[in-house]
């Protein structure tokens, strides 16, 4: 296998050389591998845990793996167990490619889970006795939100339901044994494709139950409308505690392609599919759950205003959707998750707080206690994680800090910190030694204000010497990097480099204010806040002001561009999958009411001056910083066209560029572990290539 492996580094390397990128001596990237760094490779080594779920009675702890096959060039994902201790943690499934969503049965005898190959998942269900398997479902398209009813007879899922697409006229038949060429797709949907999807089969998104022993799937919903979508997600499904219904949330408007953002909660009838709607405000209302005594709702939401960003409040109403009102009035930050505790006296909630992923307890009162802190996974510093709260307090989570991927931790509420008890790198950081992370806070030059990052040094750092530096900038733009673990940042410390990533203004996790600071103003005065961290890095006396580097992707990849707009200070830039031009990129993206409604006060042909002094393209002229641009050609993010067209503007400019494109690959460019690995040694090599000596 590392044989293998190793023939697929040099290979890569080789494509460099014979590409023309840059000359075999000016690239020492393997020099700087060492063996006790973490290096691109170990992309296919490093495995992540997540969607923990504790069993009924509080003993054994369901998971997800995930890991890369270095043969098929491909991630997989399988079903773990492990004793709430600690041990006896073992594979509990095989046989598929991808197994996900393990959901306990009440009575913790079965798990019932989606499983595939090739894009064909259905709902399995597993008997925890025996370690029997059942197919349940044969559904044209993958089941999804699987949920168990209190008695454990049935499971509701929703799925996506084909209808008939659009249609001029019919086509004549080809004559027996003529090959003619496929006929033309019609759309008539906004939205009609979706990153990572791709170009959507007309469809609608439809409520099932089947039962927990087989038999034929029964759809409950009713009408055309549907009940999930590419933009919003599934409908999350809840029972109620008597079984008699299901409690969901769903934008089921006529219009809803031109408000996607708009979904209310409902509760549907098992028995007749009889809907009630709940909430009645113009906003998302989402991450429905109902209280143990069937008597209150909770959900988190917003009256929304159109504005970039908004924080997302818990609310709690009565079952018949009566005085809802927001509970952790003063919390401002975002709620993603809510959980009832057994009791009723609480939820348990999830939200990003400065950079961290908190898992907490938010009374009726308004009072909000942290539980839990440092959720994350599967390899990035932009957030993530998940819990799963048992009998007794007991309560699983998956883990992350900056130097260390993680894995599953476990812990009582109320009594001290998690414990990690799953670690699947743990043989691997052995012997690989990450590099050393520091916090770092600053004032920005254009207004003072306190901003936040964090340090990667290389993990053989000498403060005596010199090194280059890569800003590294998140996307959104309205995310947040944090104190998780990211490997492709770990990854060019390991060759040498300090890296600064930082939450410039328009970051989430510390309020709204500051989130929306870059409302109908992005990219903008953000350039301050990065330019700062440089120089605040710089400071440190450890840098060589010779070779300093800028990269991002998408949001990251736009002010990378937009960092080279404004100054020249960088030797290289390293832009993934950007925006270029604000109005092509709102009308050929796959969230084209984003643009028009939210990041923008109107369409590109009432305010064109806006679109056009906000784009980057258009401040190009005085750019001559060498720009290495990478675009997945599935990209419906941000389309292709957006690198081509910065690539073709700098080669008019006759500034030095590279364009990549990564075949079969969707935003982010790491459906498959080898074109992150390439991504990664590209953006190195580009680097290296353009460094003073």
């Known amino acids: 296998m590392r044989r293998f492996i190793l023939s697929a580094v040099v290979l890569v390397c080789a494509i460099l050389v014979c590409a023309g990128a840059m000359r075999a001596q000016q690239m020492p990237i393997q020099a700087q591998m060492r063996g006790d760094h973490l290096t691109p490779e170990d992309i296919f080594r490093l495995q992540y845990a997540g969607d923990p779920q504790i069993s009924p009675d509080g003993k054994r702890i369901a998971y997800v793996r995930t890991s890369a096959n270095i043969m098929t060039d491909t991630r997989e994902t399988n079903l773990w167990i492990v004793n709430f201790d600690g041990t006896d943690d073992r594979a509990l499934t095989s046989g598929h490619d991808n197994d996900t969503s393990p959901r306990w049965s009440p009575d913790g005898t079965r798990i019932a889970y989606l499983a595939g190959d090739e894009g064909h998942t259905q709902l399995y269900i597993r008997w925890m006795d025996t370690g029997q398997t059942a197919r349940l479902t044969e559904m044209e398209n993958a089941p999804a939100d699987i949920s168990w009813s209190p008695d454990g007879k049935w499971i509701a899922f929703s799925s996506r339901v084909p209808v008939p697409g659009p249609r001029l006229t019919n086509i004549p038949a080809a004559p027996a044994g003529a090959k003619w060429?496929?006929?033309?797709?019609?759309?008539?949907?906004?939205?009609?494709?979706?990153?990572?999807?791709?170009?959507?089969?007309?469809?609608?998104?439809?409520?099932?139950?089947?039962?927990?022993?087989?038999?034929?799937?029964?759809?409950?919903?009713?009408?055309?409308?549907?009940?999930?979508?590419?933009?919003?997600?599934?409908?999350?499904?809840?029972?109620?505690?008597?079984?008699?219904?299901?409690?969901?949330?769903?934008?089921?408007?006529?219009?809803?392609?031109?408000?996607?953002?708009?979904?209310?909660?409902?509760?549907?009838?098992?028995?007749?599919?009889?809907?009630?709607?709940?909430?009645?405000?113009?906003?998302?209302?989402?991450?429905?759950?109902?209280?143990?005594?069937?008597?209150?709702?909770?959900?988190?939401?917003?009256?929304?205003?159109?504005?970039?960003?908004?924080?997302?409040?818990?609310?709690?109403?009565?079952?018949?959707?009566?005085?809802?009102?927001?509970?952790?009035?003063?919390?401002?930050?975002?709620?993603?998750?809510?959980?009832?505790?057994?009791?009723?006296?609480?939820?348990?909630?999830?939200?990003?707080?400065?950079?961290?992923?908190?898992?907490?307890?938010?009374?009726?009162?308004?009072?909000?206690?942290?539980?839990?802190?440092?959720?994350?996974?599967?390899?990035?510093?932009?957030?993530?994680?998940?819990?799963?709260?048992?009998?007794?307090?007991?309560?699983?989570?998956?883990?992350?800090?900056?130097?260390?991927?993680?894995?599953i931790a476990v812990g009582w509420i109320g009594r001290g910190e998690p414990k990690l008890i799953v670690e699947p790198n743990r043989q691997l950081l052995a012997q690989k030694h990450p590099g050393k992370v520091e916090e770092i806070w600053y004032e920005s030059s254009k207004d003072k204000r306190k901003i936040h990052g964090w340090i990667i040094k290389p993990p053989d750092f000498d403060s005596s010497k010199k090194y280059p530096l890569i800003l590294e900038i998140h996307g959104g733009p309205f995310g947040n990097y944090g104190d998780r673990f990211d490997v492709e940042k770990q990854l060019y410390a390991g060759m040498g480099y300090v890296v600064l990533y930082t939450n410039p203004r328009g970051s989430t996790s510390y309020g709204e204010e500051f989130s929306n600071s870059i409302h109908h103003a992005y990219p903008g005065d953000d350039f301050n806040d990065l330019n700062s961290g440089v120089d605040a890095v710089v400071a440190k006396g450890y840098i060589d002001t010779d070779n300093l580097f800028v990269t991002g992707g998408s949001g990251g990849g736009v002010l990378t561009c937009w960092m080279i707009d404004n100054t020249h200070r960088f030797r290289a830039a390293a832009s993934n999958y950007p925006v270029i031009d604000w109005t092509s990129w709102t009308l050929t993206a796959d969230i084209p009411i984003i643009g028009s409604k939210y990041w923008f006060a109107a369409p590109p042909w009432e305010i064109p001056g806006e679109y056009e002094k906000r784009s980057v393209l258009m401040h190009i002229k005085d750019v001559n910083t060498p720009t290495l641009l990478m675009v997945g050609d599935e990209d419906y993010r941000t389309p292709a066209g957006q690198a081509e067209e910065f690539y073709e503007a700098l080669k008019l400019l006759k500034v030095d560029t590279l364009l990549v494109k990564f075949p079969g690959e969707p935003h982010g460019m790491s459906r498959r572990p080898s074109h992150q690995m390439t991504k990664v040694m590209y953006v190195a090599a580009w680097f290296e290539k353009h460094k003073k000596k």
């Open 181 to 407: 060429a496929d006929q033309p797709r019609l759309f008539d949907a906004m939205v009609y494709r979706f990153n990572g999807m791709g170009y959507l089969r007309p469809g609608t998104t439809q409520i099932f139950l089947i039962a927990a022993d087989g038999g034929g799937a029964r759809q409950v919903s009713k009408g055309d409308v549907s009940y999930g979508s590419a933009t919003n997600g599934g409908p999350q499904l809840v029972w109620a505690p008597d079984g008699a219904s299901l409690i969901f949330s769903a934008n089921l408007r006529a219009d809803a392609d031109y408000d996607p953002s708009d979904t209310e909660v409902y509760e549907m009838s098992v028995a007749d599919g009889a809907l009630k709607q709940l909430t009645k405000r113009h906003g998302p209302d989402n991450s429905a759950s109902i209280s143990p005594d069937g008597k209150w709702i909770a959900y988190a939401g917003y009256d929304d205003r159109f504005q970039g960003h908004q924080s997302t409040n818990l609310y709690v109403m009565g079952r018949d959707g009566s005085n809802p009102h927001v509970v952790a009035a003063k919390l401002d930050r975002d709620v993603v998750s809510t959980k009832w505790v057994a009791d009723g006296s609480g939820i348990y909630i999830q939200y990003d707080d400065q950079g961290d992923t908190k898992f907490a307890l938010a009374k009726l009162d308004g009072t909000v206690t942290v539980i839990a802190q440092h959720l994350g996974g599967g390899g990035s510093a932009s957030g993530g994680g998940a819990f799963t709260v048992g009998p007794g307090g007991a309560y699983a989570m998956n883990w992350s800090l900056n130097e260390n991927p993680g894995g």
